[in-house]
């Protein structure tokens, strides 16, 4: 189209010229640069009628028309164009550059078009026709967290927590895998992340290092004891578990009593990695020595449910350990404890009770008659097999003792337990309907073969799906409070490419 309006153009001027030409042939210079001022005045009229007509307007160098303040989506740069999100109207657009647009940081500094990077937050300043960019300058007061992997979120509240601090989550965000835009339910918590946005709402989340999968095999050893992943995932152990794990190179511990061991892994985004654990079932178990310091000084320690002598050093085997920590007008400190070194100093200072609370609030917190039952404050089983519990205090490091975050609660049961299932007993479930014959994870746990269902429990949950000769696929759901059943359905897996 663009070349058949510069033909037409030429044949314009040329026609123009011709006419010209005969003029002054026929009445000599002085009338034919007159008859020329006639023929440029009507070229003139022409152009304004074609200003009108097609809405196109001649711009000076760096004028512009248009002003937006937009997320970045998309930089396409053998394309030469940036595609933009306005989250306020949720209108996407895309604009053409070249080497006249202007790029410049939020300190006013010089950038390359390449320095984009989606989910940065922008002031654009454009013309409309054509579609192009003529400044991009990244917003002043535009945040941004990097490298983020503690964070959790909950879409339907429209929250998300980044650090220990909570935001908002704007109505319409920018989602991004690499340079493909992702849905909501394709984030991971597992995932490395980018996050920006405006004061205290979240406009975009990039994952800046994906998730794969760790497959356990030979698992009849240690199922009840403990697996960890790189000093940070801990999870109880479940027959054939498929666990979600970032991008990286990760010493893996596990542990069950007087078995275990140590091994090397390396997960790739999107790949399956298996590693066997019968082949740490003849380790010998080491164990290490902690010396306590506490304030208060008589505060009573339970090591894995039994109370212990802090006077001079306790003993205890290489891994994970559940530890507790009471003393009367104090908070109770419920924890984990990992023994690493032969021997390590723990130093313990609690907090004062908060004032004004009632019986029933000290017994949910464990604080019973019965010193034996302080056990049963920790988190159960099942909230351990949720996955992810926060880092478990090293006995390698120093410092107060702070009680973690809570886990995310979560039930599973093995298939012939879901089979039992029904509505006579009152538990609602959630049902996976496709794609047929996967195998279902969730939360790292199998539960089934598609179509299959698990007890529900409000939260956020990831489910894995896994087929052989298919990539495996991890989606992140928002299961609800409310009394009754929830069914869903994925896409159909992708078959995986073979080399």
Same mark, same amino acid.
């Given at each position: 189209?663009?070349?058949?309006?510069?033909?037409?153009?030429?044949?314009?001027?040329?026609?123009?010229?011709?006419?010209?030409?005969?003029?002054?042939?026929a009445?000599?210079?002085?009338?034919?640069?007159?008859?020329l001022?006639?023929?440029?005045?009507?070229?003139?009229?022409?152009a304004?009628?074609?200003?009108?007509?097609?809405?196109?307007?001649?711009?000076?160098?760096?004028?512009?028309?248009?002003?937006?303040t937009?997320v970045?989506?998309?930089v396409?740069?053998?394309?030469?164009?940036v595609t933009?999100?306005?989250?306020?109207?949720?209108l996407?657009?895309?604009?053409?550059?070249?080497?006249?647009?202007?790029?410049?940081?939020?300190?006013?500094?010089?950038?390359?078009?390449?320095?984009l990077?989606?989910?940065?937050?922008?002031?654009? &300043?454009?013309r409309?026709?054509p579609?192009?960019?003529?400044?991009i300058?990244?917003?002043?007061?535009?945040?941004?967290?990097?490298?983020?992997s503690?964070?959790?979120?909950?879409?339907?509240r429209?929250?998300?927590?980044?650090?220990g601090?909570?935001?908002?989550?704007?109505?319409?965000?920018?989602?991004?895998?690499?340079?493909?835009?992702?849905?909501?339910?394709?984030?991971?918590e597992n995932?490395?992340?980018?996050?920006?946005?405006?004061d205290?709402t979240?406009?975009?989340?990039s994952?800046?290092?994906?998730?794969g999968?760790?497959?356990?095999?030979?698992?009849?050893?240690?199922?009840?004891?403990?697996?960890?992943?790189?000093?940070?995932?801990?999870q109880?152990?479940?027959?054939?578990?498929?666990?979600?794990?970032?991008?990286?190179?990760?010493?893996?511990?596990v542990?069950?009593?007087?078995?275990?061991?140590?091994m090397q892994?390396?997960?790739?985004?999107?790949?399956e990695?298996?590693?066997?654990?019968?082949?740490l079932?003849?380790? =010998?178990?080491?164990?290490?020595?902690?010396?306590?310091?506490?304030?208060?000084?008589d505060?009573?320690?339970?090591?894995?449910?039994?109370?212990?002598d802090?006077?001079?050093?306790?003993?205890?085997?290489y891994?994970?350990?559940?530890?507790?920590?009471?003393?009367?007008?104090?908070?109770t400190i419920?924890?984990?404890?990992?023994v690493?070194q032969?021997?390590a100093?723990l130093?313990i200072?609690?907090?004062?009770?908060?004032?004004?609370?009632?019986?029933?609030d000290?017994?949910?917190?464990?604080?019973? =008659?019965?010193?034996?039952?302080?056990?049963?404050?920790?988190?159960?089983?099942?909230?351990?097999?949720?996955?992810?519990t926060?880092?478990?205090?090293?006995?390698?490091?120093?410092?107060?003792?702070?009680?973690?975050?809570?886990?995310?609660?979560?039930?599973?049961?093995?298939?012939? =337990?879901?089979?039992?299932?029904?509505?006579?007993?009152?538990?609602r479930?959630?049902?996976?309907n496709?794609?047929?014959?996967?195998?279902?994870?969730?939360?790292?746990?199998?539960?089934?073969?598609?179509?299959?269902?698990?007890?529900? =429990?409000?939260?956020?949950?990831?489910?894995?799906?896994? &087929?052989?000769?298919?990539?495996?696929?991890?989606?992140?759901?928002q299961?609800?409070?409310s009394?009754?059943?929830?069914?869903?359905?994925?896409s159909?897996?992708?078959?995986r490419?073979?080399?």
């Amino acid at each position: 189209m663009r070349k058949q309006r510069r033909v037409s153009k030429r044949i314009q001027y040329a026609g123009i010229l011709a006419t010209v030409t005969l003029m002054l042939s026929a009445c000599g210079a002085q009338g034919g640069i007159k008859d020329l001022v006639i023929a440029e005045k009507e070229v003139d009229e022409e152009a304004e009628v074609r200003k009108e007509t097609t809405g196109f307007k001649t711009f000076a160098p760096g004028e512009y028309d248009s002003y937006d303040t937009a997320v970045v989506v998309k930089v396409n740069e053998t394309k030469s164009e940036v595609t933009f999100l306005n989250t306020v109207v949720d209108l996407k657009y895309t604009l053409s550059y070249d080497g006249t647009t202007t790029v410049y940081d939020r300190t006013g500094q010089a950038l390359s078009i390449a320095q984009l990077a989606a989910g940065d937050i922008v002031n654009v &300043k454009f013309r409309r026709l054509p579609k192009k960019a003529v400044s991009i300058e990244q917003n002043a007061d535009n945040w941004k967290y990097t490298n983020i992997s503690d964070y959790s979120y909950q879409f339907e509240r429209s929250e998300m927590t980044i650090d220990g601090k909570r935001f908002s989550l704007a109505d319409r965000m920018v989602l991004m895998s690499g340079n493909e835009e992702m849905d909501e339910e394709d984030l991971n918590e597992n995932d490395i992340v980018k996050i920006s946005g405006l004061d205290k709402t979240v406009y975009a989340i990039s994952v800046e290092r994906g998730h794969g999968y760790l497959r356990l095999k030979g698992t009849d050893y240690f199922v009840g004891g403990w697996i960890e992943v790189g000093n940070k995932y801990v999870q109880r152990i479940t027959k054939d578990m498929l666990l979600t794990v970032p991008e990286g190179d990760y010493k893996v511990v596990v542990r069950n009593g007087k078995i275990g061991g140590t091994m090397q892994v390396v997960i790739h985004s999107g790949e399956e990695t298996q590693l066997d654990l019968s082949e740490l079932k003849g380790e =010998e178990v080491k164990t290490g020595n902690i010396f306590f310091t506490m304030y208060p000084t008589d505060a009573k320690v339970y090591i894995d449910g039994n109370l212990v002598d802090t006077s001079t050093f306790v003993t205890l085997e290489y891994g994970l350990h559940q530890m507790i920590v009471r003393a009367s007008g104090y908070e109770t400190i419920s924890q984990y404890l990992r023994v690493g070194q032969d021997n390590a100093n723990l130093h313990i200072e609690m907090e004062p009770e908060l004032t004004g609370k009632t019986e029933s609030d000290k017994k949910e917190e464990g604080g019973v =008659e019965d010193e034996n039952a302080v056990y049963n404050a920790l988190p159960t089983e099942d909230q351990i097999n949720a996955g992810k519990t926060g880092e478990p205090t090293d006995t390698e490091q120093t410092g107060n003792a702070e009680s973690p975050d809570t886990t995310k609660e979560t039930t599973t049961k093995t298939p012939q =337990e879901d089979d039992a299932i029904s509505a006579d007993n009152g538990e609602r479930v959630v049902k996976i309907n496709a794609p047929e014959s996967a195998e279902v994870y969730v939360d790292g746990n199998y539960v089934g073969i598609v179509p299959t269902t698990f007890p529900k =429990e409000k939260g956020t949950h990831v489910v894995s799906l896994r &087929k052989s000769g298919y990539q495996t696929r991890s989606y992140t759901i928002q299961v609800d409070g409310s009394d009754k059943d929830m069914e869903l359905s994925f896409s159909e897996l992708v078959p995986r490419r073979t080399e």
